[in-house]
């Protein structure tokens, strides 16, 4: 017997520092729901990938276009049947300000929060990313935790994450009924 899942209500926007797993989760949460999925770092402009590479941090004056790019597929699929499911690091509060702007649709953040530690080995083991592992101090040093004033929904990576994840996916569902 199957479960019908109705389509995604609301935006998701899976966020965190490099090497958190903001890929796979957001993939993971697309499919589930059966909702499109945008790949933030497909949207990085050529140079800021290439700043990223050199193993130099992006400013937010760097950021704000791709910002701006995401809010725009967001706000796109507004008169769609679904929400979407994003992957975007959203580190500061001013970036998800920037990223729900322009949806009418209520966007919730999917914080993936994990330790350093846990972080630095993810991203000393990742192969063919432009994010060098040595821009994860920065990425830390930039991150504003989401405030509890903020749609958040933590997933806790140092535990076990499959758990958190269908904890979330329960979550959603439960609000979205």
Not at 13 to 35: D, N, P, Q, R, Y
Not at 48 to 57: D, H, I, L, Y
Not at 95 to 122: E, Q
Request: charged share 25%; with cysteine.
């Amino acid at each position: 017997m199957s479960v019908n899942i109705p389509a995604l209500k609301r935006n998701l926007i899976v966020m965190g520092v490099s090497g958190s797993g903001k890929t796979t989760a957001g993939e993971t949460l697309a499919k589930h729901f059966g909702a499109p999925f945008i790949e933030g770092d497909a949207l990085h402009p050529p140079a800021n990938v290439a700043k990223m590479a050199a193993g130099t941090p992006l400013t937010d004056a760097d950021r704000l276009p791709w910002l701006e790019t995401i809010a725009e597929r967001l706000a796109a699929a507004d008169d769609g049947p679904s929400g979407v499911v994003a992957a975007c690091s959203s580190l500061k509060r001013a970036y998800r300000r920037i990223l729900t702007a322009k949806t009418k649709r209520r966007t919730s953040f999917v914080f993936l929060d994990g330790s350093h530690a846990l972080l630095a080995a993810r991203m000393a083991t990742r192969k063919g990313h432009f994010m060098p592992a040595s821009l994860l101090d920065s990425q830390l040093a930039t991150l504003e935790r989401p405030g509890p004033d903020e749609d958040v929904i933590r997933i806790d990576l140092d535990g076990d994450i499959d758990a958190e994840l269908a904890a979330a996916i329960a979550q959603i569902e439960a609000e979205d009924r």
